[in-house]
């Protein structure tokens, strides 16, 4: 069971990680546990100094981040930390930020989602918070959040696809942010629908011109430097500025879709489509990586580029085998990789010569 | 009006590679010949730099009746130099070189880099740039680490490439790593190799080491070109013709490459502007200060000119220019970054 709750004093204050924009649904699953919710403060450098100044050297960028978060949410009152479980060493980071954060003095309770996608034991470790949390209740938020979900996922889906054409500056951001306002206050599923529907409409329709040169890239590897912008240094953003139609299959919405039941079928079609350059699976995110790569290359597209923390295992194992699909097709896979130490610049230098790179392939001269 | 003695103004197109190292600017015609070249260090100061190696660019197109109305900057300083000469194009390296070594070699397959202070390849099919890697982080494989161990040798590096080839037994060096490859190297003269033997050792230590970090997964195929001050040593050109087992091309223009490329791609960019050598006399500065309006900590770099704000970067919003050019009292940001 991964709830301890031991240390608490006064009411509780939950707080959690953050990752995109998905804090919106989280505090809509949190809402039942009626305590107040503390969002942790918006990541910046501090985040991350915060956090690798604590972490054991060698775990990757997520848990650092994911530690940033937790001090700040803990230096402005949270005393109740939630953490989900899943990946491979992802599944120790509880146990283990835990213990960093009690040597550090902070006192706290934990509650730890170990379940995957598992309503059921979300449910009794949230019961053990607040024990008058009815399933009704549990169920409608968890709904309610999945909708959101579903909403941030599409919309963010149509802005990495046209917000690279825009034809004036920061149109798209300015529409995702009044539309990230909106989801955050709704709580029906009609509502939700409609949030969705209307902001869908009013980014189709936002005047966007793409260039004969235009490319069309896809992004794979590990899920959390997927999506938290943040942690890629808004890879996404930098590739729309050089005028790249970006798509990514890995997000929240995807992630439940293919879990619990369909999860045996899922990893049977990605080893399908990971053929033949993987023949088992490389753990965590590894073979959609390389399934995906796989998929984008037939669809046609200019280029993918491949994210992970330094030192994720699943995907150098999955980095074999896309180099070996890269060489074997001339079909260019740009590698990624990150940790604190990252440069900024030397990451634009990479982007800036990828997309030339993906210009000059299509006979057309680089801008 | 001045064109009575039967001149006539041709184009010319100007391009500047500002490294960390080095400084280099050629200017070519519309044909892409070579009108003037230059190659200086640059010694920590890329505005002085770039300043001497105009006015070298400038004696030589002197008098040939060309005129400079494209520029292209690369290098780690480009945007700066960009900012200063107006240029049409700000490049990134890669791309420059790329460019710039297709307009010599046109079935290049493969283009080795070793530079003072990184390396990089780039692999080449079909006259298209597919694949590339670039290392910064290692010394092991650089010029820097064959000038520092000339140094402990006692052979100046000009001379290395005839040591090497003299040598008929190589000594094993570790080259996985600077610390390591020095120790060993102080071992290996303690217990007698020959220097010649040395020298080839190192040259074959930087070779494998370059091999196996930015070459690494990378199909190396022939024509080979390899550039960078590193290729000017035969010894290292002599020990990649070993290890890879094919013929490595050197440009007596290598070390010019990533200046010949931007050239092209200003060139080619169909951009024109009217560029004045007095660029030279006015005073450029750069500044670097902590932004401070949030946890970011951007490191906003402004650049001056006579006093005024040209361009900035390295803030990550709008806010970031503003507050660090109002601190230093100068005038409003006006021109955003070059890109
Ligand atoms: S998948 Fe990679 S990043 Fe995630 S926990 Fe495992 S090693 Fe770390
Ligand atoms: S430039 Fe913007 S993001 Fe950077 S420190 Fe200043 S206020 Fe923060």
């Not at chain 1, 696809?161 to 300015?174: H, L, M, P, S, T």
């Not at chain 1, 896809?218 to 999506?227: Q, S, T």
């Not at chain 2, 460019?99 to 080449?124: M, P």
Request: charged share 25%; proline share 3%.
């Amino acid at each position: 069971m991964g709830v301890n709750l031991a240390q608490v004093e006064g009411a509780y204050k939950v707080s959690f990680p953050h990752m995109g924009n998905y804090c919106i649904p989280v505090r809509t699953l949190a809402e039942p546990l009626e305590c107040e919710i503390v969002t942790p403060p918006k990541m910046t450098r501090r985040t991350l100094e915060l956090g690798a100044r604590h972490s054991p050297e060698f775990v990757c960028v997520p848990f650092k981040y994911n530690l940033g978060n937790y001090i700040e949410a803990l230096d402005i009152g949270a005393n109740l930390l939630i953490q989900a479980g899943g990946g491979c060493r992802f599944g120790y980071y509880a146990e283990v930020q835990e213990a960093i954060l009690r040597d550090l003095g902070y006192q706290f309770g934990m509650v730890r989602l170990l379940g995957g996608f598992d309503l059921r034991e979300h449910i009794r470790d949230f019961r053990a918070v607040n024990p008058r949390l009815t399933l009704w209740r549990a169920l409608k938020a968890y709904r309610v959040a999945l909708r959101q979900t579903k909403a941030l996922d599409q919309v963010e889906e149509l802005m990495r696809k046209n917000a690279g054409f825009e034809v004036e500056d920061g149109a798209f951001e300015r529409i995702h942010k009044r539309f990230l306002a909106e989801l955050d206050k709704a709580r029906e599923i009609r509502v939700i629908e409609d949030i969705e529907r209307r902001y869908l409409a009013e980014m189709a329709s936002v005047p966007i011109e793409r260039p004969d040169d235009m490319l069309r890239v896809g992004i794979v590897g590990e899920l959390y430097v997927l999506m938290e912008p943040f942690s890629n240094y808004f890879v996404e953003k930098e590739l729309a500025r050089r005028g790249v139609e970006v798509h990514r299959f890995v997000t929240v919405s995807h992630m439940v879709e293919n879990a619990g039941k369909h999860k045996d079928a899922y990893l049977r079609r990605m080893i399908e489509l990971a053929d033949p350059y993987l023949k088992y699976h490389v753990g965590a995110d590894g073979t959609e990586s390389v399934a995906m790569t796989h998929k984008l290359m037939r669809d046609g597209f200019d280029g993918v580029l491949h994210l992970k923390p330094f030192g994720c295992m699943p995907e150098v194992n999955a980095m074999a085998a896309l180099q070996r699909l890269s060489r074997e097709h001339t079909f260019p896979v740009l590698f990624i990789s990150y940790d604190e130490q990252t440069s900024e610049t030397g990451l634009a230098t990479r982007l800036d010569a990828f997309c030339d790179m993906l210009r000059m392939r299509k006979g057309k001269p680089s801008r | 009006m001045g064109s009575w003695k039967g001149e006539r103004v041709s184009k010319a197109y100007l391009g500047v590679d500002v490294g960390s190292i080095s400084t280099k600017a050629v200017a070519l015609d519309s044909g892409g010949e070579v009108l003037a070249r230059s190659y200086l260090w640059t010694e920590g100061n890329p505005v002085r730099a770039v300043k001497n190696v105009l006015a070298e660019v400038e004696e030589q197109v002197d008098g040939t009746g060309a005129e400079i109305v494209a520029v292209g900057t690369t290098g780690s300083a480009r945007q700066l130099t960009g900012a200063i000469l107006g240029a049409q194009v700000v490049k990134n390296e890669i791309t420059s070189h790329a460019v710039g070594t297709l307009s010599r070699h046109s079935d290049v397959q493969t283009i080795f880099e070793i530079g003072g202070q990184d390396s990089k390849i780039i692999i080449v099919r079909d006259g298209v740039p597919v694949d590339y890697a670039m290392n910064t982080l290692c010394a092991a494989g650089t010029g820097s680490f064959l000038s520092s161990q000339a140094r402990r040798i006692g052979v100046p590096v000009e001379e290395f490439g005839e040591y090497a080839l003299r040598s008929k037994r190589a000594t094993k060096i570790a080259g996985r790593c600077t610390v390591f490859a020095e120790s060993d190297l102080v071992h290996k003269a303690q217990i007698g190799h020959a220097v010649e033997d040395i020298i080839a050792g190192l040259c074959n230590a930087i070779v494998g080491n370059y091999l196996n970090n930015v070459g690494k997964g990378k199909e190396i195929l022939a024509p080979i070109v390899f550039q960078g001050g590193v290729s000017k040593n035969v010894g290292v050109v002599h020990a990649f013709e070993q290890a890879t087992g094919h013929e490595v091309m050197v440009d007596e223009d290598g070390h010019l490459m990533g200046s010949l490329g931007v050239a092209l791609v200003a060139r080619d960019s169909g951009g024109e502007a009217p560029f004045s050598f007095a660029v030279r006399d006015v005073a450029f500065e750069t500044v670097g200060e902590e932004c401070g309006g949030c946890p970011n900590e951007c490191e906003v770099v402004l650049v001056l000119r006579e006093g005024e704000v040209l361009d900035g970067w390295g803030n990550r919003c709008p806010r970031g220019m503003e507050r660090v050019a109002e601190r230093l009292g100068v005038s409003k940001v006006t021109v955003t970054s070059a890109g």
